[in-house]
């Protein structure tokens, strides 16, 4: 039997089994805004940063390396679907070797052609086409290792090709478009497909390089685990810092943003403050970077960066049972997270890293630490329900029943409808002598929720107590029949 429960904390308002905000969500809405800003400001080819155009006539090769010629393309486009080393989907040139792939660049040195009408080789129509190595089954793997997807041209008669194709600014703004609505369904393959062809086309496209920033801190958002988090967020900060590069003129200063709070989630806070002080200092920032700016550089120095990195590393270790083993690689993420919440507990104490602070420390075995932590955190905000809870957990643990029993009566008057809350002062009840109070508080959270073991099991146990079967345990090792 495991007793008394704990209740995993959600993501949302810190408030009754929540848990709060941390600083990887709390740009999440001005990230989305920033993104469609930053697509509505290009109406045009982002002339600052690119080189002056030449004319091209119609025999010259603007990217020589680019035109390829397939031997099996004309066959592949007037029978077959695939040749092997490359397959054809709609307007997709797919290119299944990778090695053959990566003799197309992921992005070009200089602009394309907007029209190209004919071919150059046999003077025949061209078809618009994106050479890409995204496709169907096992192509994402080939996918994922060279991601690439350029708009360009290929003959149907003799397999000339060229690329890039200059994108128009009415095709930027539908690709970004079906890039959001792919990344809004957790398609973040599919997202990047369409974010890659804007920056296939235009050569240092800032507003491509921040939408991909964006992308990436999704997938850090949505990826289990802190290794794959970290990996995501490390090519989400490379991402933002291109943006930063190509965009010398600040037209997109809000990325700057982003930018600190990756670098920040990436352990680099004084990178972060550094670019936050220097976006500040322009005083024509628009005003709704600047308060976004600011509200981050405020919940850095509150620690909420060390809190979402600590929570990362030890979310899902926190909510198992104290008793349960800790592997080596466990107990030094623990000892980490422990490390970093302790950090933010002293810049300031909020009831969210202290409350998780005491979580950590009950985890790791130091329940005096744990203890320490939690009534810190209730003295901040006695109202919180699973504040009552857990301090009144870490008093049982250390054998003070007495002192758990007025913050469980707390605990359900703010939450009168939690079955837990009724089971856990069930217990508490019942080690300190009242078992009529118990039993009837058993019963009543029984009611609350007919299908919950753990209440079944304490009912059982007052049952037996007072049938006298089993005499009234004094402790909560004792309860749960364990060794301290």
């Keep these: 039997m495991k007793l008394p429960r704990t209740k995993k904390m959600t993501r949302g308002k810190p408030e009754i089994g929540h848990a709060p905000r941390s600083i990887a969500t709390l740009g999440r809405r001005a990230r989305m805004r920033s993104c469609r800003a930053a697509r509505a400001e290009v109406t045009g080819p982002p002339r600052a940063l690119l080189r002056p155009r030449r004319a091209l006539s119609s025999r010259h090769s603007f ?12 066959a592949a486009f007037g029978i077959y679907t695939s040749t092997g080393d490359v397959a054809f989907e709609e307007d997709r040139v797919i290119l299944r070797d990778l090695h053959r792939a990566k003799a197309f660049p992921q992005e070009p040195r200089e602009p394309g052609r907007r029209e190209m009408a004919a ?3 046999c ?9 890409t190595t ?7 793997e080939i996918w994922r290792e060279y991601p690439l997807a350029v708009d360009g041209w290929m003959c149907r008669g003799c397999g000339w090709s060229a690329m890039p194709r200059f994108l128009s600014a009415e095709e930027l703004a539908q690709y970004g478009r079906e890039a959001a609505a792919h990344a809004s369904n957790g398609q973040f393959d599919d997202a990047e497909f369409w974010l890659r062809r804007i920056i296939g086309s235009w050569p240092a496209c800032a507003p491509g390089y921040a939408e991909l920033g964006q992308l990436s801190s999704a997938r850090a958002e949505e990826a289990t685990g ?13 991402w933002f810092r291109r943006a930063v ?25 004084r990178d972060a403050f550094e670019v936050l002080d220097e976006l500040l200092c322009d005083a024509a920032l628009p005003a709704s970077v600047r308060t976004e700016a600011e509200t981050l550089a405020i919940d850095l120095r509150d620690g909420k960066a060390l809190f979402s990195r ?13 008793s349960n083993p800790l592997a080596t690689a466990d107990r030094d993420a623990l000892e980490r997270a422990r490390a970093l919440l302790r950090q933010a507990a002293e810049r300031k104490g909020t009831f969210p890293t202290l409350w998780f602070l005491g979580k950590v420390e009950m985890r790791l075995g130091d329940t005096d630490a744990a203890l320490a932590a939690f009534q810190r955190a209730h003295a901040i905000d006695p109202e919180q329900p699973d504040g009552c809870r857990e301090l009144g957990a870490v008093y049982l643990e250390l054998d003070r029943a007495h002192d758990a029993l007025p913050v469980a009566r707390r605990a359900i008057e703010l939450r009168p409808d939690d079955a837990g809350l009724h089971c856990n002062l069930a217990l508490i009840l019942l080690l300190t002598g009242d078992v ?4 009837a508080k058993a019963t009543s959270a029984l009611s609350l929720d007919p299908t919950d073991a753990i209440t079944r099991n304490l009912l059982k146990l007052i049952e037996d107590v007072v049938a006298g079967r089993r005499q009234r345990p004094r402790s909560l090792a004792e309860a749960e029949g364990r060794k301290r």
């Design 63 to 74: 990217m020589p390396s680019l035109i390829l010629l397939w031997s099996r393309a004309l």
């Design 119 to 121: 071919c150059e080789r």
């Design 123 to 131: 003077d025949r129509p061209l078809r618009q086409v994106v050479f």
């Design 134 to 140: 995204a496709g169907r089954g096992a192509q994402v």
């Design 226 to 238: 802190p290794e794959a988090k970290g990996l995501h967020r490390s090519e989400a900060e490379a």
């Design 245 to 269: 590069l190509a965009d010398p003129d600040r037209k997109l200063a809000g990325v700057r943003v982003p930018l600190a709070r990756t670098l920040a989630l990436n352990g680099k806070e």
């Design 310 to 322: 600590a929570t990362e590393m030890s979310g899902r270790l926190v909510l198992e049972p104290p």
């Design 436 to 439: 009529e109070g118990a039993l």
